[in-house]
């Protein structure tokens, strides 16, 4: 198998590397606002059809086409998988369902 992630033929370009994930995780948080309010969790987090999750297949590949298109950049699946998250960290698109979560630190965990 060749290897095609340009972080990790060319590791030391880090400037590039991180004007890539930076544009990445805006490029997500310009697609989370086409879509309504999306809860983040549910009765069952690991349903594969949930909103949430449709979205996050759609979008990667997304992300990983418009990298090529636009940076000339194939990005490895972390740095898809980092920029995306960060974006729903960033984005006010997302909404919490009260209740256990996993986050002990909540507070309003059970």
């Given at each position: ?14 400037k590039r590397h991180r ?51 636009e940076w000339g950049y ?37």
């Open positions: 198998m060749a290897i095609r992630y340009d972080l990790w033929i060319s590791p030391d370009d880090i004007a890539v994930e930076a544009d990445l995780e805006r490029y997500f948080i310009e697609r989370f606002a086409d879509y309504p309010h999306i809860r983040l969790f549910g009765d069952d987090p690991y349903d594969y059809d949930a909103p949430f999750n449709r979205l996050y297949d759609v979008l990667i590949a997304r992300a990983n086409d418009y990298c090529e298109r194939v990005p490895t699946p972390i740095q898809l998988n980092q920029a995306f998250f960060r974006g729903v960290a960033h984005s006010n698109k997302f909404l919490r369902d009260s209740g256990n979560d996993a986050d002990p630190d909540r507070p309003d965990a059970h």
